[in-house]
């Protein structure tokens, strides 16, 4: 998996780059196909103060590209947020991918 994290407007230090890796690894841990991800993480300059932080990740999996982004006061929290979207995308596109428990309408009728 290669992971790549960047910041617009502000320096990406190893604490924040570690706590964005360890979010992160929930989602490597459920689905293990994952190729790439790329995360961004910024500071607008709104005047709104409380939706200011920002992070956008894009993960790309074997076969899709999934994409979440979050805004919060607090960076931390944004990235918080932003594993949260991304584990339920991955979860409801794994359930997608391995669900072959499903009968098709013609060996349904055939069966009754």
């Not at 995360?39 to 103060?49: C, G, S």
């Amino acid at each position: 998996m290669n992971l790549t994290i960047s910041g617009h407007h502000l320096e990406v230090t190893p604490a924040l780059r570690s706590y964005v890796m360890g979010k992160l690894e929930r989602i490597t841990r459920h689905f293990d196909q994952v190729v790439d991800v790329r995360v961004i993480l910024a500071v607008d300059n709104m005047t709104e103060k409380e939706k200011r932080q920002r992070a956008e990740c894009k993960v790309h999996v074997k076969g899709r590209d999934l994409f979440a982004e979050s805004s919060h006061a607090d960076l931390y929290a944004a990235v918080d947020e932003l594993a949260d979207k991304l584990d339920r995308q991955v979860g409801r596109y794994k359930d997608k991918v391995q669900d072959h428990g499903h009968v098709c309408a013609k060996r349904a009728e055939a069966a009754t």
